[in-house]
Nanobody
Framework: QVQLVESGGGLVQAGDSLRLSCAASGRTFSNYDMAWFRQTPGKERELVATINWSGSLTYYTDSMKGRVTISRDNGKKTVDLQMNSLKPEDTAVYYC??????????WGQGTQVTVSS
């Protein structure tokens, strides 16, 4: 089992950068593929980026490709999301999640990102 805690959200202006971090507890963090999702009120949770257990494979949603970078440090049990050139439409609650047996089973509580125009 793993517990996830996100941090790094906040209020920024359009064009700014923000780095989100997800800290994990549990001994098997390096076994999990990880992901960042985001959600705005009234909308379904949207996948933003994924990274495999070793960090060798990443995926980015088209809407954020070129503006975000996902990375992980298995020794520190963290997965980060660097976001650049933020837009107002990036405003959302951002969640990290751990994949188990093909599904995202473990979730953090989320961190709010607000981008003002």
């Amino acid at each position: 089992q793993v517990q996830l805690v996100e941090s790094g959200g906040g209020l920024v202006q359009a064009g700014d950068s923000l780095r989100l971090s997800c800290a994990a507890s549990g001994r098997t963090f390096s076994n999990y593929d990880m992901a960042w999702f985001r959600q705005t009120p009234g909308k379904e949770r949207e996948l933003v980026a994924t990274i495999n257990w070793s960090g060798s494979l990443t995926y980015y949603t088209d809407s954020m490709k070129g503006r975000v970078t996902i990375s992980r440090d298995n020794g520190k049990k963290t997965v980060d999301l660097q976001m650049n050139s933020l837009k107002p439409e990036d405003t959302a609650v951002y969640y990290c999640a751990a994949m188990v047996s093909g599904g995202y089973r473990y979730w953090g509580q989320g961190t709010q990102v607000t981008v003002s125009s």
